[in-house]
Structure formats: C-alpha cells, structure tokens
C-alpha cells in the first residue's frame, strides 16, 4: 500500500517508522525544515519538504497513486484541508485525520474524512475506565456504523452472575462479542458460557442501549 | 446586516472599514494584537482577539447572531477550516473564503463555498502594469 504522512511531529515520526517495518511505502510530508533534515537524516528519503495540505506538494508527494492519507499535523486546519485535497482533488481512497480540538471530531466525519481520531477522547475513554464509578465505558466507535464497542465491567453483587449468556435478553441490534474474565483471559462468547463476577463484557452497541446495558449486567441481585 | 470578519490584515482592515460605511454591524477578529491595531477605535467596529478556527472564539465574536462571515486571515488553511466549521456548524448563510492557492479553490467552489482567489487577480494586474 503507498501510504501519505501528513506532520511529521511525534506521532507522524512513530507512524512513518511503524508502516515502513510493516513493508509499506510511506511517504511523510513535512513543513518545517529541520523536522524535514532529521527524519531524513535518520530514516532516509522518505520525506518531503512542504506544506501537505498544498495541491502541488501532494501532487509532487505522488497522491494521485495514495491508498492511505494519514494528517498528523498539530493543527485541525491543516490536517482537515490535507485530507479535503486528497479526497477531491486525488481520489485518495481513505482519509484519516487526527483532531487537537476534541470538538472538532463532527465537523471532520461530516466533511467526509473517513477516520478521525482525537487523542484527548482516547485518554478521556481510558480515564473513565480507570477512575469513574459508571461501569459502562465507551471503547471505540466502529467505522461507518452507527455501533460503537462499549465495555461493561460486572459487579460480584450482580444478579446476572452464574448465568448463562444465551439467557440474557439484550437491547437490539447489540451484539457480545467478547468476555475477558478477572484472570485477563479473553474468550468468544459460547451460549453456554456463565457469567462470572468480575468479567469485563465488550458488546457492540448502539448508543441508545446504553442504559439498558448497563443495567442489565449491573443490576445488583436483590 | 451583523458580519463577523476573521482576520485583520491589509486586505481585512479595507474590508472591514468598507463594511461599516456601508452601515453594517462589523466584529473583526484576529489572534494578532498587531493586526487589530489596523481597525481604528474611532471607526465603530467591534474588534475582538481570537482565534476564527475555534469554536468558542467564533461565539464570542458574536457568529451565533452574524448573517455573514468572511475568512480573510492569511493563512489558506485556516480560512477553509474557519468558512466550513461557520457554514457548515453554524449555518450562517453567507461565507466567503479568500484563498490565496487557485488550486484549492475549485475544489472549495464544488464544495459550496464562495471563494475568491486574488493571486490571479493581482498577477494579471502585475502583467498588466507591465505592458505584456
């Protein structure tokens, strides 16, 4: 796959290095010029000079041949525009960019970028598993559904505990797709597999079923 | 008509000072102090410091209220992200974008923005000027 790097900061360097091991060919893009001397310094010819949201660098870049452009700058505009020009002006099959601003998210999915990812709502996800009481926490929405993984951490009190999974009546369009039990084991969810205390549920959900969800594995045994 | 202008710069300031002739109620924003000082005190537009790319800058420039935005800051990236996120989340009817790139422009016209692009513009003048 011939993958575009937009921002060759921290996070493009990682990726640049991560594809390129993967047997990828990566291109990075990068604007400022010693950011651009060092990578190419350490890693060789696999970045160019420019500003990547610019036509005629992604033009240069080879986008017209992209599978993948990935915009990795510390500014949404840029990495908006990036992907925006690579979509309409090359045809770039997939975009992904990382948004700064947390609220930026909705207007990057409506304007047609196909990923979009937001460090701020990745670390706020692991902070609600870690440290909130609610034991329903989002995991990752999956791409061009409106289902997102969620992931339901069991109570020893509760009352579905000891039951079997094929007895649990679930909100629709939900699905268990995974049950990881206290001891760090993961298993495909089987219809007779009980429940036990402790086990980490991941189910793939609307958000509307959320509180049905939550209560259904909480809800403590009277 | 209440009109939000980002950016303060040359052609900004001449926009802005137009605009209130014509009697409109103008906000102009820029994240440069530098810039605003281009706006007279004694003019009557309203100047504010911040950033047209963020949200709660834009509400605070008063977009909630504007029939009009123009995104006439330097930078082409900025003013696209800054016309769409006031078009397309605050649904103001009117935006105009100033891009200095031809090349992105079409793009953005398809899109449905209105974009002008004065690099043509001020070349064919240059070219002019000089006789060819």
Known sequence: ??????????????????????????????????????????????????????????????????????????????????????KHRFNVKKTIALVNDPSDEPLFKSLGVDVVVSHTNTILAHVEGELSEQSLVHMMPLPRTKLRLVGIHVPPDAEVVGKPLHEL???????????????????????????????EIIIASPPEADAELEALFTRVRQ | MKVVVMGS???????????????????????SMENLRRISPTLGAKTYLGD????????????????AFLAVG??????????????????????????????????????????????KVISSMVLEAMGS
């Open chain 1, 1 to 86: 796959m011939y993958i575009i790097i937009v921002g060759c900061g921290k996070v493009g360097y990682y990726l640049l290095k991560a594809l390129t091991n993967a047997e990828h060919e990566v291109l990075a893009i990068e604007q400022d010029p010693l950011r651009h001397a060092k990578v190419v310094e350490e890693l060789g010819s696999v970045a160019l000079s420019g500003d990547g949201s610019e036509v005629a660098v992604l033009a240069e870049a080879g986008a017209n041949r992209a599978d993948v452009l990935i915009a990795v700058t510390g500014h949404d505009e840029d990495n908006l525009v990036a992907c925006q020009v690579a």
């Open chain 1, 169 to 199: 009546v679930l909100p629709t369009n939900t699905l268990i797709s995974l049950v990881v039990n206290r001891r760090g084991q993961a298993h495909i969810p089987a219809p007779g597999q009980l429940i036990e205390s402790f086990d």
């Open chain 2, 9 to 31: 710069g040359r052609i900004g300031a001449i926009i802005v000072r137009e605009l209130v002739q014509q009697g409109h109620d103008v906000t102009v924003m820029d994240t």
């Open chain 2, 52 to 67: 047209g790319a963020l949200e709660d800058d834009l509400r605070r420039a008063g977009i909630e209220q504007a029939q």
């Open chain 2, 74 to 119: 330097q930078g082409d990236a900025r003013n696209a992200f800054a016309a769409q996120k006031v078009r397309f989340l605050f649904k103001v009817p009117k935006v105009v974008c100033l891009l200095y790139d031809p090349l992105r422009q079409q793009m953005y016209l398809d899109i449905g923005l209105s974009v002008v692009s004065p690099s």
